[in-house]
Nanobody, 123 residues
Framework: QVQLVESGGGLVQAGDSLRLSCIVSGGTFSDYAVGWFRQPPGQEREFVATIAARGAYTLYGNDLKGRFYISRDDTKHTLSLQMHSLRPEDTAVYYC????????????????WGQGTQVTVSS
């Protein structure tokens, strides 16, 4: 059973930075593509960033590269998302996800999901 648990969310002000973490248990973490998605209030879940197995490559959602940085530590089975220059429109529930296929922006590629962590950015 693969389980993902996010942490690090909270209430911050516009311009602040925040770091999200996701610990993955079960399975072979280094074999998984792992990524972050977010769901703003009243909107669909959208792609944020993903990193391929063993860190082979990364992908970022529109306009996020340069503000957000995804990383993984295979020794600690941990996925991280460092977010800078946060904006009110970044307010959302952030989910981490894992899948055994290629890293992609497609939600359907990820079989395992965390429960989410709330990030709220005030103006």
């Amino acid at each position: 059973q693969v389980q993902l648990v996010e942490s690090g969310g909270g209430l911050v002000q516009a311009g602040d930075s925040l770091r999200l973490s996701c610990i993955v248990s079960g399975g072979t973490f280094s074999d998984y593509a792992v990524g972050w998605f977010r769901q703003p209030p009243g909107q669909e879940r959208e792609f944020v960033a993903t990193i391929a197995a063993r860190g082979a490559y990364t992908l970022y959602g529109n306009d996020l590269k340069g503000r957000f940085y995804i990383s993984r530590d295979d020794t600690k089975h941990t996925l991280s998302l460092q977010m800078h220059s946060l904006r009110p429109e970044d307010t959302a529930v952030y989910y981490c996800a894992a899948g055994s296929g290629p890293a992609t922006a497609n939600r359907g590629a990820y079989a395992y999901w965390g429960q989410g962590t709330q990030v709220t950015v005030s103006s």
